[in-house]
């Protein structure tokens, strides 16, 4: 088991430059994508993580090859071995799932082993199958696996019920290659899946309505090849954004898409820190000594992210006064509160809010990393903890976030990774 542990500072100056990677949220899907066609697929500003690797194997699995340097991944999916996803690729990474469309729509079967992934809520997947259902796909459940059959997708009208960042992407994959009209509403909005449908247009898809909540997918009978920029990760981004507010050095982010961060830097401004967009996607952030509390609530894009909620919580626990953080789309993802409350910090969750009392002075101690963005909040109240905090159960960090030790060490931060 691998620890992470931090020598932290409450004076901490986190002073320099980092290079954002690329969304590990945009490239997943992408990579899914690559099922729809037998031509090459290329994606650059690939981040190299482990929920990437994953995905390969998983790629691997179904018998497709690839090849990845650096940052840039090259797949071609000309024929498949195997239409099956199994359980040990995807419990681990809830993203699996993103592979039943492609493959029923390109090879009408798949089975995909009911997804696992961060202990952040029930997370079911209903919104997909349902979707992929009024496709004219034939559902079935046997033995813990989503079975899928169908002849060619025929286009259909759906309203998600609730906004799904994965059951839009995945719908719109689905639709691409049926037959005729798909009319989704209600769709996520995200960065990331607008991100997706730019790579399946490049394809040859027929899609309008990108970045709207109305999507139309007009089905094409073959999809072709591409070559595609994965946008920035916008949620590392703000982990970085965070680290610059909780500290006074001046943190300068490259490789940002300042469009895509509109309502963090707003939440951060708002909270004291002084953050500047440069030129060539750049951004520069300085703390402030005297941080304000802020009352924030998650909600879809463009609001303020989930995927940043646990690591805004730390920097509220370093405002003078007290912040309401109000949990909108997952039960349960409050799981780091126990953990921020052994370094000290002081908040009371109430069903849906987590009520943060600041400031209090935290100190370092052995805390549990429970999912990937638990795991990041709690690095950033290591940081500026007085003495040694220890994060155990520290693989969720590397299931997003690239070569973290390397860039805080990079910008003055003191943290080592060990095992045992
Ligand atoms: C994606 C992101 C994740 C982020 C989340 C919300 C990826 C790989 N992961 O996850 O980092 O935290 O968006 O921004 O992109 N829901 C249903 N039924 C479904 C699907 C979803 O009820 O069939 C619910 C979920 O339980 C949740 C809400 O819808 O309450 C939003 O989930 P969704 O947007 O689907 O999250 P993911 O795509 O899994």
């Given at each position: 088991m691998e620890k992470i542990r931090i020598f932290g500072n409450p004076n901490l100056l986190l002073k320099g430059k980092v290079r954002t990677s690329g969304s590990k949220n945009a490239v997943l899907p992408a990579i899914a994508a690559s099922?729809?066609?037998d031509e090459k697929i290329r994606l650059k500003n690939i981040p190299l993580v482990k929920d990437v690797f994953s995905m390969l194997k998983l790629m691997t699995e179904l018998g497709t090859e690839y090849h990845l340097k650096k940052n840039d991944l090259t797949i071609q999916v000309?024929?498949?071995?195997?239409?099956e996803a199994s359980y040990d690729l995807v419990r681990v990474m809830?993203?699996?799932?993103?592979?039943l469309g492609p493959l029923l729509a390109r090879f009408g079967k798949a089975m995909v082993a009911l997804p696992g992934g961060c202990?952040?809520?029930?997370?079911?997947i209903d919104l997909h199958i349902a979707g992929l259902q009024k496709l004219g796909a034939t559902i079935s459940l046997e033995h813990g696996y989503i079975k899928a059959e169908a002849g060619r997708l025929q286009g259909a009208d759906i309203r998600f019920d609730k906004k799904t960042v994965g059951g839009t992407e995945h719908l719109v994959m689905a639709a691409s290659l049926a037959r005729g009209e798909t009319v989704l509403r209600n769709c996520a909005q995200e960065p990331e899946v607008s991100n997706l449908c730019e790579l399946l247009v490049k394809m040859g898809a027929k899609i309008d309505?990108?970045?709207?909540?109305v999507i139309r997918v007009n089905g094409v009978s073959e999809l072709g090849g591409a070559v595609h920029e994965i946008i920035p990760d916008r949620i590392e981004a703000g982990t970085f954004l965070v680290a610059g507010a909780l500290t006074q050095g001046g943190i300068t982010l490259t490789n940002t898409e300042p469009a895509h961060l509109t309502t963090i830097i707003e939440k951060l401004r708002y909270s004291g820190a002084v953050i500047e967009i440069e030129k060539n996607k750049t951004l520069r952030v300085v703390g402030s000594s005297e941080i304000k509390p802020q009352d924030v609530t998650t909600s879809s894009y463009p609001g303020f992210p989930t995927d940043m909620q646990a690591q805004f919580m730390v920097l509220m626990t370093q405002a003078s006064g007290t912040s309401i953080i109000t949990e909108?789309?997952?039960?349960?993802?409050?799981?780091h509160v126990n953990e921020l409350l052994r370094l000290g910090a002081n908040i009371e969750v109430s069903g849906d809010k987590a009520i943060v009392r600041g400031k209090t002075p935290l100190s370092g101690a052995e805390v549990i990393a429970t999912d990937l963005r638990a795991s990041a909040s709690l690095i950033l109240a290591g940081l500026v903890a007085g003495g040694e905090t220890i994060v155990n159960e520290v693989e969720h960090i590397d299931r997003g976030y690239e070569a973290i030790e390397e860039k805080l060490n990079a910008l003055g931060a003191r943290i080592e990774r060990i095992r045992g």
């Open positions: 099922l729809l066609t000309k024929k498949i071995l195997s239409e809830r993203a699996s799932i993103l592979v202990a952040i809520g029930s997370r079911p309505g990108i970045g709207e909540e909108t789309i997952f039960d349960r993802r409050f799981l």
